[in-house]
């Protein structure tokens, strides 16, 4: 898998195009840092940090949502778009976080929810007023199926929500049911209402006077519904049909998605960043959805290598990995968007478990791993995201009985399988604990003090009992760290432009251990290779990298291959430079 390497005219165009040199930093700023001892991360505690943040290297901070809400979901259920919610701070600390992280050459991507809102918004309190209420039609609403009483079946269609149950909540109130992908405290907006979309689109501008840099946009091809709403397939096993086919890149996405570009991002879209969060993207999808010329958004978030070790997608049934499958559908991505368009590159982020447990081995090779699966990312095509923690090679927390789970998405499943689907309290646990999205929302690891210096209260969700070796203070100022490897990488995406701006192509791609690739650009290469297993094996790559100068490895002792091919020791990577 190849492309064509750039000229010096269409560098030109890339170097303008900041962000193909850029990382981007994900905060979670419930578990970040705390800075008044109420066991919760806020602003002030993110400013406190911003110089480890500039050390590290990053250009850019992506802050997930930190609006008023009720927090049903984390705050990805907004009741005010255009303030702070208190547990974070305010608004005097977000601008001077802003103005904290421009002096040091940084940026600021806000999350933006907009598929759905808070039940609590004031939009939907309208809404759900009186049937005759202006604002009636912002939100999806729908009478019971006809001929039936409210109830378990009378749902509009037979949707299910991504949190468990139906996709459907009663309002006995108006005596009709609304649409909410997710939780049922956020319902979902009615993009087709062209109010709904300027006040949004007004919203977005209001922040980005403020001095905001971009959004990083969640489920933001959920947008767009098939307006007639149809039953979704259900199959043997499922309580609820699929509606995905129905919502996930629907007729209308591309539209709003360039009148978003129009009314808020045109003529100061240069020194922005946008990011759509696209759940069930196809490489196809996601060349239109990133092609400059389209004006749309400037990357996607895809989910299809972190299904990889999952049976049909399902992530509370988890499969052990397959190095050439991971392969495959990265290297996909890598080719499809080669000639047009970007890709993001991340292992993890709030949603995901952590990365070096996921893909690496958080044992014996933790430090290794986590080093050698950076330098795999960091030196694909695209612009990498490190999730808060990843530089530190923080792992999964090993939670023990349900009450030690935060995460709405764990608690509904887990009642929903225990109470509909047969499964026993103990099945479910184990099924939970690889994939979890609160793996990856444990407190950051500051030190080794109590609490991990996260917070001097009672921290909102368990510290991991292992903070007090895997830590921020024991990494910064030793050089041989995971926090001042990923340094190094970022360093060398600033440094060289074979990293940013150069063709791909992937190597050895049915081997199941070794993962290969090559960047080049005309005079320059680099070789990246790395051993995904316990054991030593060899990469089988030409000879003439024998003796090839070391760009950087994550051995001590690393040097240039002598020898017939490339002997990798476990978790190695290396790469060199022809």
């Known amino acids: 898998m190849s492309a064509e390497a750039p000229g010096t005219a269409e560098i030109g165009n890339q170097q303008r195009e900041w962000f193909r040199s850029a990382v981007v930093y994900q905060i979670y700023p419930r578990s970040f840092a705390d800075s008044n001892g109420d066991g919760i991360g806020d602003l002030r505690g993110i400013i406190g940090r911003l110089d480890y943040l500039e050390k590290l290297g990053v250009d850019v901070v992506w802050l997930s949502p930190v609006y008023t809400s009720p927090q049903d979901d984390n705050g990805y259920d907004i009741s005010n778009y255009q303030d702070i919610d208190p547990v974070f701070g305010s608004l005097e600390d977000l601008d001077e976080l802003l103005r904290g992280l421009h002096s040091r050459g940084m940026k600021l991507v806000m999350d933006l929810v907009v598929n759905h809102t808070s039940d609590e918004h004031s939009w939907f309190v309208e809404s759900r007023s009186a049937k005759d209420n202006p604002k009636r039609d912002w939100y999806w609403w729908r009478p019971p199926r006809e001929g039936r009483p409210p109830g378990p079946g009378s749902e509009p269609n037979n949707w299910g929500s991504a949190f468990s149950g139906p996709a459907w909540e009663y309002d006995e109130a108006t005596g009709e049911y609304y649409l909410h992908l997710f939780s049922r405290k956020q319902p979902d907006l009615n993009w087709e209402n062209p109010q709904v979309r300027a006040a949004i689109y007004d919203m977005m501008n209001w922040w980005l006077d403020r001095g905001v840099d971009g959004f990083r946009m969640d489920v933001i091809n959920f947008i767009s519904k098939d307006t007639s709403l149809p039953d979704g397939v259900r199959t043997p096993g499922m309580l609820y049909g699929d509606g995905s086919p129905y919502y996930i890149c629907g007729p209308r996405i591309h539209e709003f998605l360039k009148e978003m570009h129009e009314e808020v991002f045109a003529g100061r879209d240069k020194e922005l960043l946008t990011v759509g969060e696209m759940p069930g993207v196809t490489v196809q999808d996601a060349v239109l959805f990133t092609d400059p010329a389209r004006n749309e958004v400037d990357m996607v978030f ?15 049934r988890p499969k052990p990995l397959k190095l050439t499958e991971l392969k495959a559908s990265l290297g996909r991505w890598q080719a499809g968007l080669a000639d047009r368009g970007w890709n993001s590159l991340y292992w993890g982020n709030h949603d995901q478990a952590r990365a070096v447990s996921r893909f690496g081995n958080d044992g014996k090779y933790r430090e290794l791993s986590a080093k050698m699966l950076a330098g795999i990312l960091h030196l694909h095509r695209g612009t990498p995201f490190i999730y808060q923690g990843e530089e530190l090679g923080m792992t999964n927390m090993a939670f023990g009985a349900i009450s030690d789970y935060r995460d709405i998405e764990v608690l509904n499943h887990h009642r929903e399988a225990t109470t509909h689907l047969g499964h026993t309290d103990a099945e479910v646990l184990a099924a939970l604990a690889p994939l979890n999205r609160d793996n990856a929302r444990t407190p950051v690891q500051w030190d080794a003090t109590r609490h991990a210096g996260f917070t001097t209260g009672a921290p909102w969700i368990v510290v991991n009992p292992n903070a007090n070796h895997i830590n921020a203070a024991a990494q910064v100022d030793d050089s041989d760290s995971v926090y001042n490897f990923y340094r190094r990488m970022i360093e060398l995406r600033h440094s060289d432009p074979v990293v940013a701006h150069g063709d791909f192509t992937m190597l050895l791609p049915d081997d199941e251990h070794i993962y290969a690739f090559m960047r080049s650009l005309p005079g320059r290469k680099l070789l990246v290779v790395g051993n995904f297993s316990d054991a030593e094996h ?14 950087i490895g994550n051995y001590p002792d690393a040097g240039p291959p002598t020898g017939t091919g490339i002997r990798l020791r476990p978790w190695e990577l290396l790469v060199l430079a022809g």
Do not use: I
């Not at 895809?302 to 509370?316: L, Y």
């Open 302 to 316: 895809q989910f299809e290598h972190v299904a990889v070790d999952q049976e049909a997608g399902n992530k509370w």
């Open 538 to 551: 060899t990469a089988d790559v030409d000879a003439e990298w024998t003796g090839a100068a070391l760009v």
